[in-house]
């Protein structure tokens, strides 16, 4: 079975709306044929392209069109690609937890990793490099 239509089947049973990177399909053939591959269907409509390496496919809803992936779920994808934690910036936690109704502009994390902005569809998430002792309890309600 070709690269092609090995990735095709595949991504024919993952959920609609769900983010995932290239390496889910390492095991299909080399780096460069998966990128190939993803990319053209992109630019085909199957796929949409969400980040540098990050696809789904597209959901479309009847009352709000087409249903993007939330911020956190493109960026564990990162995190786990880059082998670097990431946290919530405490101005977000503290409006997730309900204390406050206001909304930062531009999102922003905590990361292990360097300090960057990331492309995510149209939204630019900027990731703030912190000491690790301050990413403790990431990921949980800590």
């Known amino acids: 079975m070709s690269v092609t239509a090995n990735i095709v ?8 709306g769900q983010p995932f990177g290239i390496g889910r399909f390492v095991d ?8 190939k591959t993803l990319s053209r269907m992109a630019a085909l409509g199957k796929l949409e392209r969400l980040s ?3 696809y789904m496919r597209p ?12 911020t956190q779920s493109v960026l564990r994808i990162v ?4 082998r670097e934690i990431i946290q919530v910036h405490g101005a977000e936690a503290v409006r997730a937890f309900g204390l406050s109704t206001q909304m930062q502009i531009k999102p922003v994390f905590y990361t292990s990793g360097a300090s960057r902005q ?8 900027r990731l703030l490099h912190v000491a690790p002792r301050k990413l403790q309890h990431a ?4």
């Open 79 to 82: 995190a786990r690609r880059n």
């Open 118 to 125: 990331v492309k995510i569809g149209a939204r630019h998430v």
């Open 28 to 35: 299909a053939g080399s780096r460069t044929a998966v990128a």
């Open 59 to 70: 959901k479309l809803s009847h009352f709000a069109g087409y249903v993007r992936p939330s």
């Open 52 to 54: 540098r390496g990050i």
């Open 139 to 142: 990921g949980t309600h800590a």
């Open 9 to 16: 089947k595949r991504i024919k049973y993952t959920p609609k």
